[in-house]
């Protein structure tokens, strides 16, 4: 989950993504949950394989990012590892430490699981099991499950390390084998307690023994690229893997023109000019030829084993991208389409781009009047504007009259592009206010009121002087919802900034010469402005004021 800024605030994992969203924005939360749903903006996702493959990549994120809404896993702890000691008598254990040394396996979700696949593993496999060497033959020896080093001075483990290696790779078939013969066994001679523990006991060796692809422990840094695409769009999806860990990735849909494959390379080279990790693994949708000849030895399309793996998930999760792609974004572009559509038809002209007024005052104080812009299906905030009224101070048909001459005067004389059409926060009065300047102007730009009932929300259109009530279900009505939404909160908050400069006003903020260091001298000089006004020639002369400063001040507050 991401903020305005693209800041990631929240990390987490679901077998339902749609479902755990959903909970998000539906009853009632406590207190970090509301402000965590008031400041999302946008989200991205990627598909795994596995829910322990999600599990680990969640862990990875909250570390990369530490989002400031995730509590666990934001600490130094991290899921544990199986090391096969790298020692003269080695030891097979659960390591949760960050530097891993010997040979690793892992990072396990499930703790549980891993510690008792490892007292598994002792228990076949005859390894030290001792921290210090002792002085004679202990316990574990005598029942065959170490080789006895402190004895022994000449010890092999070769084999034994050989085949708990391909234990923990996954090759588990013969021990399950093993396993289930002694579970069906057990259960056939009505011992139900012996049964539930070779159970069990295969339960932790499927979990722990799982194939992951999210953390290869090779330490190295690397990319997997997929792509998808149909007649109109690209879908790319990179994932990103940093020592190891898959800690990111960058997605993105683009509309393409010419060869898709030749458009992707075209993407990558700029994407990875400044800087490439040691790797990019590319899936087989790429040719071999292209990929070499814009990143030589950095490419290659693996064929098979992990790599090949993370490829693949790339290339589902390119294909998941594209294929929601229409749903998610086009179908979005066609109902905002479909609004300036229906809104053309209303007014008898084609309209993509929208002016829209609101006037703000508090009995007459502050009056202010704020434009914003619709255009090209998005609000153009670098056209926003706002305007201190100078003609009125709580007449909003004045109010209407001076902003729309300012506006549109000032295009006329810089040669800028008129809208389409112009909406007011109003009723058929702002109207008239409005179409009384553009006349004088010599202009014809279709004008529209936002009429709101009682309880300041949208009902209808006004124009022409008719009253058009207004679908709430339409794709209109949701365009000009959100059209008033936005023009009222822009001028709202430049309405309380004004306000609150106001506020803090002198009448010495009027005179030429006193800024703030000067202002800020006088004000604590002086106990009130009565003092200041009373003060002598000689008093203001001394504080380094020169002689037309003085005569301005008195001129001022006298």
């Given at each position: 989950?991401?903020?305005?800024?693209?800041?990631?605030?929240?990390?987490?994992?679901?077998?339902n993504?749609?479902?755990?969203?959903?909970?998000?924005?539906?009853?009632?939360?406590?207190?970090?949950?509301?402000?965590l749903v008031s400041?999302i903006?946008?989200?991205?996702?990627?598909?795994t394989?596995?829910e322990?493959?999600?599990?680990?990549l969640?862990?990875?994120?909250i570390?990369?990012?530490?989002p400031?809404y995730n509590?666990r896993?934001?600490?130094?702890?991290?899921y544990?590892?199986i090391?096969?000691?790298?020692?003269?008598?080695?030891?097979l254990q659960?390591?949760?430490?960050?530097?891993?040394?010997g040979?690793?396996?892992?990072?396990?979700?499930n703790?549980?699981?891993?510690?008792?696949t490892?007292?598994?593993l002792?228990r076949?496999?005859?390894?030290?099991?001792?921290?210090?060497?002792?002085?004679?033959?202990?316990?574990?020896y005598?029942?065959?499950?170490?080789?006895?080093p402190?004895?022994?001075?000449?010890?092999d483990?070769?084999?034994?390390?050989?085949e708990?290696?391909?234990?923990?790779k996954?090759?588990?078939?013969?021990?399950?084998k093993r396993?289930?013969?002694?579970m069906?066994?057990?259960s056939e001679?009505?011992?139900?307690?012996?049964?539930?523990?070779?159970?069990?006991m295969?339960m932790?060796?499927?979990?722990t023994?799982e194939?992951?692809?999210?953390n290869l422990?090779?330490f190295?840094?690397r990319?997997a690229i997929?792509?998808?695409?149909n007649?109109d769009?690209?879908?790319l999806?990179?994932l990103?893997?940093?020592s190891?860990?898959?800690?990111?990735?960058?997605?993105?849909?683009?509309?393409?023109?010419d060869?898709?494959?030749?458009s992707?390379?075209t993407?990558?080279?700029?994407?990875?000019?400044?800087?490439?990790?040691?790797?990019?693994?590319?899936?087989?949708?790429?040719?071999?030829?292209m990929i070499?000849?814009?990143?030589?030895?950095?490419a290659?399309?693996p064929?098979k084993?992990?790599?090949k793996k993370?490829?693949d998930m790339?290339?589902?999760?390119?294909?998941?991208?594209?294929?929601?792609?229409?749903?998610?974004?086009r179908?979005?572009?066609?109902?905002?389409?479909?609004?300036?559509?229906?809104?053309?038809?209303l007014?008898?002209?084609?309209v993509?781009?929208?002016?829209?007024?609101d006037?703000?005052?508090?009995?007459?104080t502050a009056?202010?009047?704020?434009?914003?812009?619709y255009d090209q299906h998005?609000?153009?905030?670098?056209?926003?504007?706002?305007?201190?009224?100078k003609?009125t101070?709580?007449d909003d048909?004045?109010?209407?009259?001076?902003?729309t001459?300012?506006r549109?005067?000032?295009?006329?004389?810089?040669?800028?592009?008129?809208?389409d059409?112009?909406?007011?926060?109003?009723?058929?009065?702002?109207?008239?206010?409005?179409?009384?300047?553009?006349?004088?102007l010599?202009l014809d730009?279709?004008?529209?009121g936002?009429k709101?009932?009682?309880?300041?929300?949208?009902?209808?259109?006004i124009?022409?002087?008719e009253?058009i009530?207004?679908?709430?279900?339409?794709?209109l009505?949701?365009l000009l919802?959100?059209?008033?939404?936005?023009?009222?909160?822009?001028a709202?908050?430049?309405?309380?900034k004004t306000?609150?400069?106001?506020?803090?006003?002198s009448?010495l903020?009027?005179i030429?010469?006193?800024?703030?260091a000067?202002?800020?001298?006088?004000?604590?000089h002086?106990?009130?402005?009565?003092?200041?006004?009373n003060?002598?020639y000689?008093e203001?002369k001394?504080?380094?004021?020169?002689?037309?400063?003085?005569?301005?001040?008195?001129?001022?507050?006298?």
């Open positions: 989950m991401q903020d305005e800024t693209g800041q990631i605030i929240y990390v987490g994992k679901a077998k993504l749609k479902n755990r969203v959903k909970s998000y924005f539906t009853g009632a939360h406590n207190e970090k949950t509301t402000r400041e903006r946008d989200f991205s996702y990627v598909v394989n596995s322990r493959e999600s599990l680990i969640e862990m990875n994120l570390k990369q990012y530490l400031k509590i896993l934001a600490d130094d702890k991290m544990p590892y090391e096969i000691t790298d020692e003269l008598h080695p030891k659960v390591i949760r430490q960050k530097e891993l040394k040979k690793v396996f892992g990072p396990y979700p703790v549980y699981a891993a510690r008792e490892v007292n598994l002792n076949l496999y005859p390894l030290r099991k001792c921290e210090t060497l002792p002085n004679k033959a202990c316990l574990y005598h029942i065959g499950q170490c080789l006895g402190c004895i022994h001075q000449n010890v483990y070769g084999d034994t390390v050989f708990i290696e391909k234990f923990l996954g090759d588990t078939k013969n021990i399950l396993l289930y013969e002694e069906e066994s057990a001679q009505m011992i139900y307690e012996k049964a539930i523990e070779f159970r069990d295969i932790h060796i499927e979990e023994t194939k992951q692809i999210i422990n090779d190295k840094d990319d997929g792509f998808a695409y007649q769009d690209i879908a999806q990179i990103m893997i940093r190891g860990k898959m800690v990111d990735q960058h997605q993105v849909v683009y509309s393409y023109i060869d898709p494959k030749e992707v390379m993407y990558l080279s700029q994407f990875y000019e400044e800087k490439m990790p040691d790797e990019l693994l590319f899936s087989s949708q790429f040719d071999l030829d070499e000849g814009v990143f030589n030895k950095h290659t399309i064929q084993g992990d790599k993370v490829t790339a290339q589902k999760n390119a294909e998941h991208d594209l294929e929601h792609y229409f749903m998610l974004y179908h979005k572009e066609e109902n905002k389409q479909k609004a300036l559509d229906d809104l053309s038809d007014i008898h002209k084609r993509q781009k929208i002016d829209v007024f006037n703000a005052q508090l009995f007459g009056p202010i009047s704020a434009l914003i812009v998005s609000f153009d905030k670098k056209s926003y504007r706002k305007y201190h009224l003609s101070t709580n048909y004045q109010a209407m009259k001076e902003v001459y300012r549109y005067q000032k295009i006329m004389v810089e040669n800028l592009e008129f809208p059409l112009i909406l007011v926060d109003g009723g058929k009065g702002q109207i008239h206010a409005a179409m009384e300047v553009l006349e004088s010599a730009i279709p004008i529209a936002l709101k009932n009682r309880r300041h929300q949208l009902e209808s259109l124009y022409l002087d009253e009530p207004l679908i709430r279900q339409s794709e009505y949701k919802v959100k059209l008033s939404e936005e023009v009222h909160r822009f709202i908050d430049f309405h309380r306000r609150a400069k106001k506020a803090i006003s009448p903020d009027h030429k010469g006193i800024g703030p000067r202002k800020k001298m006088l004000l604590s002086f106990k009130s402005i009565d003092d200041l006004r003060a002598s000689e203001l001394s504080l380094g004021l020169n002689d037309e400063i003085i005569k301005q001040m008195k001129e001022v507050i006298l």
